[in-house]
């Protein structure tokens, strides 16, 4: 393969952009399509005080889930962090910041983070004191609205099925969740994918993210834990 582009490139070199107190952004649902081989990278290389944007924080051993129970982590942008006890035990001891996003309203501020806007006007959790907290509050057509901000990282890591030379990519079923949103959002972009193929490899009808969004792509090792229901 030509990798005329340059994206293609290896874990190593990748986890030269991750540091100390950086944000990063995640792609997964409860771990399915997070990337294991880049979570993985960053413990090892020994990444803390990490703010993580995200859906959730995975369970104790699965996606990003490792880096929550190792308290790599400083703070939590997220739905929900349920399917952690660590999370919710090293919140409630003031170890770890959580600031809890409704899913739908956290995926629309990622989208608009991914699109250039300054934030999207909501309003949901109107009537509750700990949803507006800190929120300008804006009024159009007689209504009004929270302004919740958008959400961007320093690094977003995604998984996918299969990527081209140029880093577009399809996903694998319901694996596919939030990472095309998440790819959007950072400032730069690494894909873990199962299979790279050469430029025109892909059908156009099934690309879902753009490589335009994609700045690196590494192979996955494979998925290496035990789902929770097995």
Excluded: C
Excluded at 177 to 192: F, K, R, W
């Amino acid at each position: 393969m030509k990798n005329i582009f340059g994206k293609i490139t290896t874990l190593e070199h990748v986890l030269t952009f991750f540091h100390d107190g950086m944000t990063l952004m995640f792609g997964g649902f409860g771990g399915v399509g997070s990337p294991p081989t880049i979570i993985d990278g960053i413990l090892e290389k020994g990444i803390r005080n990490i703010t993580l944007i995200g859906n959730d924080t995975g369970f104790p051993h699965i996606g990003i889930g490792k880096l929550v129970s190792q308290e790599r982590a400083a703070k939590v942008i997220a739905s929900h962090i349920g399917s952690n006890p660590f999370a919710g035990k090293m919140m409630h001891e003031g170890r770890l910041e959580v600031e809890f996003s409704p899913q739908g309203i956290l995926a629309e501020r990622i989208r608009a983070g991914g699109v250039g806007l300054p934030g999207i006007l909501s309003d949901i959790g109107m009537d509750n004191e700990i949803v507006v907290k800190g929120k300008p509050i804006i009024a159009h057509n007689g209504n009004e609205y929270l302004l919740e901000t958008a959400l961007t990282a320093e690094v977003s890591i995604v998984y996918a099925k299969k990527a081209d030379e140029y880093g577009n990519l399809i996903y694998d079923k319901s694996a596919r969740n939030t990472n095309p949103l998440v790819a959007m959002a950072g400032d730069i972009t690494i894909a873990e994918v199962e299979e790279i193929v050469p430029l025109g490899g892909l059908k156009p009808e099934e690309i879902i993210t753009p490589g335009v969004f994609v700045d690196y792509v590494i192979p996955t090792k494979g998925v290496n834990w035990r789902w929770a229901w097995e």
